[in-house]
Nanobody, 122 residues
Framework: QVQLVESGGGLVQAGGSLRLSCVAS????????MGWFRQAPGKEREFVGA????????DYADSVKGRFTVSRDNSKNTVYLQMNSLKPEDTAVYYC???????????????WGQGTQVTVSS
């Protein structure tokens, strides 16, 4: 059974940083591209960033490019989302997800974590 568990969320002031982690079990993580998504209240879940199974290819939403970095450590079955220069509009529940290939579309991801709340105060 595949499980993805996010951690690292919390409350931070604007301009601050957080690092989210996503630990996978029941799956060989290197076989999957991993994506990070977020969902704010009343809004649809949106793509944040993704990394290929090898870690060589990354993709980011324009809204986070240059501020967020997705990385992975396949030896630890863990994916990270480093978030710098956080803004109040980054406030959302953040989810990690696994897909066979790197995508931006929610529907292309097979497995999802339960989410972790990130709140950025102004």
């Amino acid at each position: 059974q595949v499980q993805l568990v996010e951690s690292g969320g919390g409350l931070v002031q604007a301009g601050g940083s957080l690092r989210l982690s996503c630990v996978a079990s029941g799956v060989t993580l290197s076989k999957y591209a991993m994506g990070w998504f977020r969902q704010a209240p009343g809004k649809e879940r949106e793509f944040v960033g993704a990394v290929s199974g090898s870690g060589l290819i990354t993709d980011y939403a324009d809204s986070v490019k240059g501020r967020f970095t997705v990385s992975r450590d396949n030896s630890k079955n863990t994916v990270y989302l480093q978030m710098n220069s956080l803004k109040p509009e980054d406030t959302a529940v953040y989810y990690c997800a696994a897909s066979r290939t790197i995508h931006r579309m929610v529907s292309r991801y097979d497995y999802w974590g339960q989410g972790t709340q990130v709140t950025v105060s102004s």
